[in-house]
């Protein structure tokens, strides 16, 4: 019985992820070379994390022509169990003309944490882009 629920929920969450890729594409700006490399890609959000003992902040920033209007959002997401749906608790969102900055406020998290942004021209949804760092 246990190995049934156990394959259920490796099918499940095969299946989430799964139509969670194409808005979740795993990638991670901690180092400065990646964030400049990610920072030279247009409409491309760059996310990191700081992380100390009262918290975690999420901050996602995106390099844009200075003549479009960009949106740029950051969330901060927590798992409750494994296979359970990430469940936003802080994001932050900015819209203005050209490179853009979004910061969300410090949380408290103990379960697994993962960082989304989306960022891209704020008036084109069809060409803003998603990425999620990896569990942490």
Same mark, same amino acid.
């Given at each position: 019985m246990r190995t049934r629920i156990a394959a259920v929920m490796m099918t499940v969450a095969g299946i989430a992820g799964l139509s969670a890729a194409p808005a979740? +594409? +795993?990638t991670t700006a901690t180092s400065e070379a990646d964030t400049v490399a !990610? +920072?030279?890609v247009l409409n491309? *959000? !760059?996310i990191t994390h700081q992380v100390d003992s009262e918290g975690i902040v999420g901050i996602a920033q995106v390099n844009a022509d200075p003549n479009q209007l960009t949106m740029v959002q950051v969330e901060v997401r927590t798992q409750q169990a494994?296979?359970?749906p990430w469940e936003t608790i802080a994001s932050a969102t900015t819209v203005r003309l050209g490179?853009?900055?979004a910061v969300t *406020?410090?949380?408290? %998290?103990t379960a697994p944490r993962i960082i989304c +942004?989306? %960022?891209? *021209?704020a008036l084109d949804v069809s060409k803003q882009v998603t990425? !999620?760092?990896h569990p942490f």
């Open positions: 979740m +594409a +795993a !990610c +920072a030279s491309r *959000p !760059c494994w296979g359970s490179s853009a900055q *406020p410090k949380v408290t %998290a +942004a989306t %960022a891209g *021209p990425t !999620c760092t």
